[in-house]
């Protein structure tokens, strides 16, 4: 059964810095890793989705890489704010055909200060 | 706007209710998910649905029950034989486009049964 787990599971850093959030999973199996933010109380927001074939994803700010062969994935985030203060999830789809379901890391709780 | 609405963001009941839970996507997803979330657990998969008419359990299905008449809509009841029920609860749904499967999420209900 594929397990996901995030390291550290609270991080907290001053603004400015660039910073390093850890996934690692133990089946390499995969269809697709996906990181998503979630504010307290709130619902989960995708951030980036980095299919099997690629090695990383970009969006401003972020960028997600993927190594399949290792079990790991890192989301970075260049030039912290405060804004960014958030729980950071990763989650794996493993690749079967048809719709499957996700499993969850219990995520990395980010304070940045300013 | 396209997205996931769930309703109501508060849910109060007394202990041996039954309780329905709405969710409803205007994405033309086809699968839909219920997830609960505790603290320090991370999320759990409740009851998922490929297609309407059909759903499978997930791994905590036990207490709860869904329907999925509609493409929209994937309502949740969480029924008297859930032992715990007080929980923030989740809804998503997901559609496969180019080899994607992203899973967008709701906003969330948070139940308390005293």
């Known amino acids: 059964k594929q397990e996901v787990t995030q390291i550290p599971a609270a991080l907290s850093v001053p603004e400015g810095e660039n910073l390093v959030l850890n996934c690692s999973f133990t089946?390499?199996?995969?269809?697709?890793l996906q990181w998503f933010r979630q504010d307290p109380g709130k619902g989960l927001t995708s951030l980036l989705l980095i299919q099997s074939s690629q090695r990383e994803q970009t969006s401003g700010r972020l960028n997600a890489s993927l190594d399949k062969s290792s079990g790991r994935s890192t989301l970075y985030i260049a030039a912290s704010q405060p804004g960014d203060s958030a729980t950071y999830l990763c989650?794996?789809?493993?690749?079967?055909?048809?719709?499957?379901?996700?499993?969850f890391g219990k995520g990395t709780m980010l304070l940045v200060s300013p | 706007d396209g997205g996931i609405t769930q309703s109501p963001k508060y849910l109060f009941r007394k202990e041996g209710q039954n309780v329905t839970l709405s969710c409803e996507q205007n994405l033309n997803h086809d699968a839909m998910y219920w997830y609960r979330q505790d603290p320090g657990q991370g999320l759990r998969l409740i009851y998922y649905?490929?297609?309407?008419?059909?759903?499978q359990k997930g791994d905590i299905a036990e207490g709860y029950s869904v329907s999925r008449e509609k493409k929209e809509s994937f309502p949740l009841t969480v029924t008297s034989a859930q032992k715990n029920p007080t929980a923030f609860y989740l809804c998503a749904s997901s559609l496969r486009d180019r080899g994607r499967y992203e899973q967008y999420f709701g906003p969330g209900t948070r139940l308390t049964v005293t």
């Open positions: 649905s490929q297609i309407v008419n059909d759903f």
């Open positions: 089946d390499s199996a995969i269809y697709n």
């Open positions: 989650a794996a789809l493993p690749s079967h055909s048809g719709y499957s379901t996700l499993t």
